[in-house]
């Protein structure tokens, strides 16, 4: 069974802070996602990982950034945290396996952030 | 304009009632799609996938895409008070990116 851990449930910072947000996953999967979640926005994606030491930026990824030290292990980074990064932070992995375009994404519990 | 449009809701149906929840996208490049339900607290989990045209179903839910209009539905029957969550379609092409829509919020009251 697959699992997608995430350091924290929920975290309280204060603007100017770094912050990390440590994701964990044990099915060897080759990617790794972040996202966050917003109302009326749905998900969109931070920063990807298709393997250690490899990351793409997304669509959002202004004020953040990432490290993939190793396989199962992906950090999303908020240098200076500021008050409109308040929101649920998702991580995701897949496996590139099967030759298909789209593999699963599993999700973790999520990080609901909030900078004050 | 959106990619992926999809109505916020929130959505309440009785008990049994039949749900169907629709999403609009604009590239027609995507190929894969999915449908991922969330419940409260908790990260989305994959409930259908199809891929192109044409309908699947599972149980008591049917997806369905129609390339050619760009429309892509879930249908939830019989509903039940365990179906209450938020519905987030999601969709891909070749570069296997998800594109989500904002997720619709359904509650089935007993």
């Known amino acids: 069974d697959v699992k997608v851990t995430q350091s924290s449930r929920y975290l309280v910072k204060r603007t100017g802070e770094k912050v990390f947000l440590e994701c964990v996953q044990d099915?060897?999967?080759?990617?790794m996602f972040w996202y966050r979640q917003d109302p009326g926005l749905g998900l969109r994606l931070i920063y990807f990982?298709?393997?250690?030491?490899?990351?793409e930026k997304g669509d959002i990824p202004e004020g953040y950034s990432v490290s993939r030290e190793k396989k199962e292990r992906f950090s999303l980074i908020l240098e200076s945290a500021s008050t409109n990064q308040t929101s649920m932070y998702l991580c995701?992995?897949?496996?590139?396996?099967?030759?298909?375009?789209?593999?699963?994404?599993?999700f973790g519990p999520g990080t609901r952030l909030t900078v004050l | 304009q959106k990619e992926v449009e999809q109505d916020p809701g929130p959505l309440s149906v009785p008990e049994g009632a039949i749900v169907s929840l629709n999403c609009t996208y604009s590239?027609?490049?995507?190929?894969?799609f999915m449908w991922y339900r969330q419940y409260s607290r908790k990260g989305p989990e994959l409930l259908m996938y199809?891929?192109?045209?044409g309908n699947k179903e599972d149980g008591r839910f049917t997806a369905q895409v129609d390339k050619s209009s760009k429309y892509i539905s879930l249908f939830i029957r019989d509903s039940q008070p365990s179906d209450s969550a938020t519905y987030l379609c999601?969709?891909?092409?070749?570069?296997?990116?998800?594109?989500f829509g904002q997720g619709t919020t359904l509650q089935v009251k007993p």
């Open positions: 590239n027609s490049a995507f190929q894969y």
């Open positions: 995701a992995s897949s496996t590139i396996a099967g030759g298909s375009s789209y593999n699963e994404q599993f």
């Open positions: 199809t891929y192109s045209s």
């Open positions: 099915m060897d999967h080759e990617n």
């Open positions: 999601a969709m891909t092409g070749n570069t296997g990116k998800l594109i």
């Open positions: 990982s298709y393997d250690v030491k490899m990351k």
